[in-house]
């Protein structure tokens, strides 16, 4: 039987905080699927105009992390992971509902993501308000070569 957290901080992270980014992923992303970022790809669009990065910390530990981008009037999550020893207990929730929250300030009108077919955050995503919108065939590239369709999700935002 889980319990439910009783309290998940999040704050909006910087490039100082790529450690506990790469921590998360390190545990949440199974290297077979090719969904981990490198450093230097998370250096590269944290530079970018209109990206964000949010933070999950349950007593002072890393519980996982979303990153953003918003263009004009539509906005993409991009990255989100939660460490497995924090998983359904609302650290996920937390994290779409603030990024949701965060694109609809800056203007955004949509929100999009895509997931990986057959990846259990496809849940989260839909009792979030996301619905399928497409598919991208082969778009994720495994440590072993192999590939996975991507499944493409969005959600108007009122």
């Known amino acids: ?9 999040l704050v909006t992270g910087t490039a100082a905080d790529l ?16 969904e981990a970022w ?13 990206v964000w990065l949010t933070l999950a910390r349950v007593d002072g530990e890393a519980a996982g992390f979303a990153l953003a981008r918003a263009i004009v009037d539509e906005a993409e999550l991009l990255l989100l992971a939660t460490a497995p ?3 359904r207990q609302g650290v996920g929730s937390a994290l779409v509902r603030s990024i949701l929250a965060d694109a609809r300030e800056r203007g955004a009108v949509r929100v999009h993501l895509e997931v990986r077919a057959g990846n259990n955050a496809v849940e989260l995503y839909r009792g979030t308000g996301f619905a ?7 778009y994720y590239r495994g ?14 935002l009122s």
């Open 1 to 9: 039987m889980s319990t439910r957290l009783h309290m998940v901080e």
């Open 19 to 34: 450690g506990a980014v790469e921590q998360v992923m390190a545990s949440a992303f199974d290297p077979r699927f090719g």
């Open 38 to 50: 490198t450093r230097s790809q998370l250096l590269g669009i944290l530079g970018m105009p209109g």
């Open 85 to 87: 020893a924090f998983r």
């Open 132 to 138: 399928k919108c497409g598919e991208r065939r082969g």
């Open 143 to 156: 440590k072993g070569g192999q590939v996975y369709d991507a499944h493409s999700y969005s959600i108007a």
